[in-house]
């Protein structure tokens, strides 16, 4: 099944949120997802709970003493697989640089460790460009890209897709990416030119579904859970499952 990267090179654009909410719902559909954290601030690590008090038992022990994937597997508490992050994960990108070998190694892991033969994989991606972020490139068949409906988000949104068709060549294919536009609010004019300004530039890579501005998405975090657990009727729960539906219909999860 897909190996996914969640990434925008911008912070605050619903990338954990738009992970959680995707994971859960693939669990409840029987899908089995493994998340993988990359961001060293370790947010989706500490909403499910799996939160580590020392590096060695994070990603970070994958990449800086050969730990195998499968080792680092924990529970989350709110019912699927994830590979911790940990603040030390910050350090990778000065420890290692941006040699060849390390830009692969987190796709070599997944290959040799079999971990994709039958679930999803979802990657938390860093926002940053670097050691990271590009691993989960690397790794993944395909690019999730949320967008909250913002000029700024729009402008990191630009520069990923400079980056995808810089990387082309490197990984001699077009990576195919979808995008989603977050925390949209109708009542906004702002909200409607991001969306109409997206569709011009990326067409049919945009999502046709919209997930709205939403207080339960905004608390459910807090409260250590996805959104079908804290509210399962509300409208970010409903705008999630709309999202999952049309990715699985397009074939972007296969």
Not at 57 to 66: A, I, P, V
Not at 93 to 118: C, M, Q, S, Y
Request: proline share 4%.
């Amino acid at each position: 099944m897909a190996k996914i990267a969640i990434f925008n090179q911008k912070g605050g654009v619903g990338k954990t949120t738009t992970t959680l909410n995707l994971a859960a719902l693939l669990a409840k559909r029987g899908k089995d997802p493994l998340v993988i954290d990359l961001d060293p601030q370790a947010h989706l690590t500490a909403v499910c709970g799996a939160v580590v008090a020392a590096s060695e038992r994070s990603l970070y022990e994958f990449y800086c003493n050969g730990a195998s994937l499968s080792g680092l597997i924990k529970f989350a508490n709110i019912g699927w697989k994830v590979i911790p992050a940990h603040l030390d994960l910050s350090k990778v990108d000065t420890r290692f640089g941006k040699g060849p070998n390390v830009l692969n190694r987190l796709n070599a892991g997944i290959v040799r460790e079999n971990l994709n033969t039958d679930r999803p994989i979802l990657m938390d991606a860093c926002p940053m460009l670097g050691v990271l972020s590009l691993n989960s490139i690397f790794a993944a068949d395909r690019v999730l890209v949320p967008i909250s409906a913002d000029y700024l988000a729009m402008k990191g949104a630009a520069q990923l897709e400079r980056t995808l068709r810089a990387l082309e060549h490197v990984l001699k294919k077009r990576m195919e990416r979808r995008y989603v536009i977050t925390r949209f609010d109708a009542r906004r004019k702002m909200s409607w030119d991001i969306d109409r300004k997206l569709r011009e530039s990326y067409g049919a890579d945009v999502c046709q579904t919209r997930v709205a501005e939403n207080v339960s998405l905004a608390e459910s975090p807090s409260r250590e859970c996805d959104i079908f657990k804290h509210a399962p009727a509300s409208r970010g729960a409903q705008d999630y499952q709309t999202l999952l539906d049309e990715l699985e219909t397009s074939g972007f999860l296969r």
